[in-house]
């Protein structure tokens, strides 16, 4: 089977820097990526890591451990619009396909 | 303007009804993939496709049927609808799988009560 965890709730304050972390158990591994959700709105892409190592695009970047499982998405000076919930998700390779897997959410606070 | 579209947007039936949500990318994407959000369990894979007639099981595909008979289209079909399939549904779609990038871009979502 495959799996996420990541944390349920962040909550930080604006111009803060706030780390979500992301642990997967998965059959096959193609990348972790990360998206962002508004309340009532549609996922949107943030970040995908294929590689070990760091991505920065702007002020979000995402980190990948491949031998430990394990990523996290870094948001700095953080905005009140960043509010929002935020998923890791594995694209895997279960029976040879390619499957989505995603997290459970966390759910990011910025208070002024 | 390049997006997802899924119809309807709201819909609210009766178990055994059957039903239908559509779902159409102007991208050119390979792939495409159908996704329920229920509260504290984040997107769950119900089916996807690689390409034209190739469909595999999501996480979630039971109760559900999809179809890829053009590349544009990827509709999916509820034969029996129960109650426990009251969701939100989104639609997704990206380049490729992941061989190059895993940029998914979301369909708006259906919100579907079974009663």
């Known amino acids: 089977g495959q799996s996420l965890e990541q944390p349920s709730e962040v909550t930080a304050v604006e111009g803060a820097i706030v780390q979500i972390n992301c642990t997967y158990q998965t059959s096959g591994f193609y990348g972790l990526s990360w998206y962002q959700q508004h309340d009532g709105g549609a996922p949107t892409f943030l970040s995908y890591?294929?590689?070990?190592g760091l991505e920065e695009t702007g002020r979000f970047s995402s980190f990948l451990s491949r031998s430990d499982s394990y990523g996290y998405l870094l948001l700095q000076e953080l905005q009140m619009k960043d509010s929002a919930s935020y998923f890791c998700?594995?694209?895997?390779?279960?029976?040879?396909?390619?499957?989505?897997?995603f997290g459970p959410g966390t759910r990011l606070s910025v208070l002024p | 303007e390049a997006q997802v579209t899924q119809n309807p947007r709201y819909l609210i039936t009766v178990t055994g009804k059957k039903l239908t949500v559509t779902c159409s990318q102007n991208?050119?994407?390979?792939?495409m993939s159908w996704y329920r959000q229920d509260p504290g369990l984040g997107l769950r894979q119900i089916y996807y496709s690689m390409n034209v007639e190739v469909t595999d099981k999501g996480d979630v595909p039971e109760g559900y049927k999809v179809s890829r008979k053009e590349k544009r289209n990827f509709p999916l079909i509820l034969e029996s609808p129960s109650p426990n399939q009251t969701s939100l549904y989104f639609c997704a779609s990206s380049f490729s799988g992941g061989f190059y990038t895993d940029t998914q871009y979301f369909g708006p979502g259906t919100r579907l009560t079974v009663l």
């Open positions: 998700a594995v694209l895997g390779a279960e029976n040879y396909g390619q499957n989505f897997v």
């Open positions: 991208m050119n994407h390979e792939y």
């Open positions: 890591n294929a590689l070990d």
